[in-house]
C-alpha cells in the first residue's frame, strides 16, 4: 500500500510539474472565456475551462488583506499564515502530508487588499476528490493552537528585524509610511515588532470568524472541470462556510501625506533611491494609457528611458524602473533605483530630468517599439493555468469587466502618443511626490 502511495505521489507531482512550464494551446488569437455565477451563499465564482491538461487551479480570495487590520497590524497576515496548520483532527505534519501523497500544491498569501488560499491538483478522482476534501477542511474548520501560533510570532520577530537591517526594505517601509499616513495602506502587512503583542489567539479567531465567510469571499476556478464540476465544486467549498457579509469599503485616498525628501542614514557603500507617488486605483479607465506610458518610461528594462538616461548614458546605475500598483484604492507610482553613495544626489536629479522630459513629450518611434513589444509579449502572460486563474481573480475582486484580457491588448493597440501624454498629464502630479533615501548620499 505504501509503495502504491509512494507511485502515486511520485506520478501526480511529475505530472503537476510538467504542466506547470506547459504552454497551454491559448494564444493572442484565442479568448479566455470567463464565466461568472454566485453560489447559493452569495459566493462570486469565476471559470475558465481548460481542458487540455488533467489538472485544476482553485483559489479563494477573500477581502481580508492587511488593510482590515485595525490597531492590530500584522493580524490579516498571521491569520492567514495559521490557515492549513491544524483542524481538530489534523496538525500540520498530518496536513502536509496529505497533499505530499496527493500530489497537489496548497498555498496562501495575504496583501493590503486581499487573502488567498489555493490548491492546484490532478482532477483524476483518486486525487482530486481527496485534496479537495482536504482544503475545504483547512478552510472551514480552522484552528489556531497558541504553540503554532507562539512558533510564527517568533519566526516573524526574527523577519522583521532583519528587514531592519535590508536597505530595500526600509526604503519600502518608508514608502508606504510616508504615502498613506494613517490610511490603512501605510503600515507593513506582516506588522511590526511593536504589534507583535495584538497578535493573540483570540484576535486571530474573531479575524477568521469576521472574514473568512462565503459573502466576502470570490473563488477562481480554471482548469480541467466541467461549468456543472466547477458549480458543484464551488458548492462543495461554501456550503460550510457562515454567509456572514461584506465588510465597509476602504477609505479612498486623496493625497500624499509626507510629501518631501526623508533621508535615512544607514551604513552601505549604496544609496536606495524611491520616488513615490499616489497613481490610480484597478478599474481605472486611464489605466491602460497610463500603463503603456510606464513601460516607455521605466516598465520595460533595457528599452525604458530611465535604464537609457540614467544607466548607459552616465553610468550611474545597475538598474532603474518604475511601475504602478493599482489597488483597491489609489496605489503607489514608484521609481526605484541604487546607486554609490557619491552619485546619489546625481542620479536622482537624472531620473526627475527623465521623467519631466516624458511627461512633456517622447518619440512615436519609441512609443511603437514599445507597444509591439507589449502586445507580441502579451500571449506569455496566460501560458498557464496558475498565470489564467491570478489574472481572473483579479478581474472579479476588482469587478473588472470579463473580457479584460481580450480588450488589454486591443486598448493598448489603439493608443497613440497624445492620448499616453494626456492620461499622464491629467493624472499624474509630481509636486507632492515623496522622495526617499536610504544609505550614505552625499
Known sequence: MRQTMQAIRQTAVQLLAAMGASVLSMTAAASVEIEHWQTSKGTDVYYVGAQQLPMVDIELRFDAGSARDGDAHGLAAMTNRLL???????????????????????????????????????????????????FEQLLVEAVFRPEILTREKARLEVAIKQKATQPPALASMALWSRLYGDHPYAHPTEGTLASLDTLTRDRLQAFYDRYYVARNAQITIVGDLSRAEAEALAERLTQRLPAGNRPEPIPAVQTVAQPGKAVTEFDATQTQIMLATLGVKRGDPDYYALFLGNHLLGGSGFASLLMEEVREKRGLVYGVSSGFIPMRQAGPFMIRLSTQNAKAYEALDVVEATLKGFMDGFSDEKLEAIKSNLIGGFPLRLDSNGKIAGYVSMIGFYDLPLDYLDAFPKKIAALDKQAVLQAWQKRMTFDQATRILVGQPQ
Open 84 to 134: 492549513g496548520t491544524a483542524t481538530p483532527k489534523l496538525d500540520e505534519t498530518a496536513i502536509a502530508q496529505g497533499f505530499n501523497q496527493l500530489g497537489a500544491q496548497f498555498g496562501q498569501s495575504a496583501g493590503r487588499d486581499s487573502a488567498t488560499l489555493s490548491l492546484r491538483t490532478l482532477t483524476r478522482d483518486r486525487l482530486y476528490e481527496p485534496a479537495v476534501d482536504l
